[in-house]
């Protein structure tokens, strides 16, 4: 089970809950996106001055977290901190309310990379669940008056939900994941759809396994 982020002595940003939170956002991206984007929502939360710089001992401890999640992720062992899991007897706890509050803070940073993408529709769905249900941990009731304003009615109980946070992360980061490899295959590989013995894209006039494709 990954534990939250031991935090420096010096630290005066948002707690590991939210931390971990936020870097599971970022770890959600479908396209490669600098750091110092959504690194100032660590220190003061969706309110950030973007302008806010982290120290350089922090922000290696942070993207030494950052670095950690993915890692167990891709190993498919990623499992959620203990003070962040919901439990039918204590329900939403402060911590799993702040990691809800930390993902949805950087969200708006990675949901245009999203909106890009053309989705099969399964992930779409899990997508979907997967902000509502952190939607709610943030402020149920809230939520639910939205929902029931927007005449959305026929979602699952919020606790049926929260047990499948973990699975829904895992998956929205694995999906992400996978759009980044597929983005990286193009720019790496322009060549990707020509057939062999297609005119080269050079303009040389010849057959691409003539020419560039050799």
């Not at 204590?90 to 309310?97: I, R």
Request: aromatic share 6%; proline share 7%.
């Amino acid at each position: 089970m990954m534990t939250l982020m031991t935090l420096p002595t010096d630290w005066e940003g948002m707690p590991a809950a939210f931390i971990e939170g936020a870097l599971l956002a970022a770890n959600a991206n479908p396209k490669p996106l600098e750091p110092e984007v959504w690194l100032p929502v660590l220190l003061e939360g969706d309110t950030a001055d973007l302008g806010v710089a982290m120290s350089d001992e922090h922000k290696v401890a942070v993207l030494n977290h950052f670095e950690l999640q993915y890692r167990h992720i891709k190993a498919g062992e990623y499992d959620l901190p203990a003070e962040v899991c919901w439990s039918e007897a204590e329900g939403v706890s402060e911590s799993l309310a702040h990691f809800a509050e930390g993902f949805l803070s950087v969200w708006p940073h990675i949901e245009p990379a999203w909106s890009e993408q053309t989705l099969a529709g399964g992930t779409m769905n899990m997508l979907s669940a997967l902000i509502t249900t952190l939607m709610l941990a943030m402020n149920e009731e809230e939520t639910l008056a939205q929902m029931e304003a927007a005449g959305i009615n026929n979602m699952p109980a919020p606790s049926a939900l929260y047990p499948q946070l973990e699975i829904m992360l895992t998956e929205v980061v694995m999906a992400a994941d996978e759009l980044q490899i597929g983005t990286g295959a193009v720019a790496v590989n322009p060549y990707k759809n020509i057939g062999r013995n297609d005119p080269c894209l050079c303009g040389s006039g010849k057959k691409f396994k003539q020419c560039c494709g050799k």
